[in-house]
């Protein structure tokens, strides 16, 4: 039986050799990666690389690999949202996965492992400004998940009804998925301490999704009182970003090891801010280099 050969239009690489939106090529990665949101902050992680190998800057997409204490491991940023993590995830499963030659899956699948860093508002008392919370459930309102077929089989329905439920959901053509960390990846950078286990909300927007009410009335004024209160078999929702659940059902559906920790830098609860954390964030990502 002949493999199926993907078309230019759904596989769009570059006359250089590179993937349309990244611009780098297969052998420019590492199957060790750290992304991030901020295109700067790459360069923060890649500060601590004893040499690299590659540095390319397309768009808000900035990829660095070099080795780090003899790891070769990738930085990458992925801009801000979901949707972004939809393209950056098939691009890196395509540069891993995809024989660019031939337009076809290689018969032996390569696993990524992917470390979200980032920065997040928390939603509980055990994650408060300053601490480092893991999205051991990646729970999404973003519907990104929603249009792959394979979602069902990544996602905990249990923990969706139950969200459903005690959040008397109202947010209309949209539902919540939920997806689970890998425990591997659990064991390797949550267990070793220093980390919060958490629920993690990915929004797909900043304001009004998050809660944030400015000029724009919220369609449920209440969605957020009622997140803090969340109890699902002891599991509390934590704290509010943008990108995890994307990153973990696609990893999931895909293959690959992934894992986001934030850091928290504001208090939806006490509604409090930190607009200084560089230094937290460094914290953070010295943390995952030395787990990864």
Known sequence: MSKFVIPESELIINNDGTIFHLHIRPEEISD?????????????????????EVSVTSREFHTVTGTYRGKRLTALSHGIGSDNIEIVLNELDALANIDFKTRTAKDEHKQLTIVRVGTSGGLQDNAPIGSFVSANYAIGFDGVLHF????????????????????????????????????????????????VPGATIACNGFYAPQGRRLRG????????????????????LTNFEMESSALAGLGAILGHRVLTICTIIAGRKSETMNTEYKGTIEGLVDMVLDRI
């Open 32 to 52: 060790k990666i750290i992304v991030c949101g901020d295109p700067a902050r790459v360069d923060m992680i890649a500060a601590n690389f004893d040499s690299i």
């Open 148 to 195: 792959y077929a394979d979602r069902d089989k990544v996602c905990d329905k249990g923990f969706e009804a139950e969200m459903e439920r005690q959040l008397d959901w109202q947010i209309e053509g949209l539902k919540p998925y939920v997806v689970k960390a890998p425990q591997d990846m659990i064991d390797q950078f949550v267990s070793p301490g220093g980390v």
């Open 217 to 236: 009335a919220l369609a449920d004024p209440k969605l957020n009182d009622k997140i803090i209160n969340f109890d699902y078999n002891g599991v509390k």
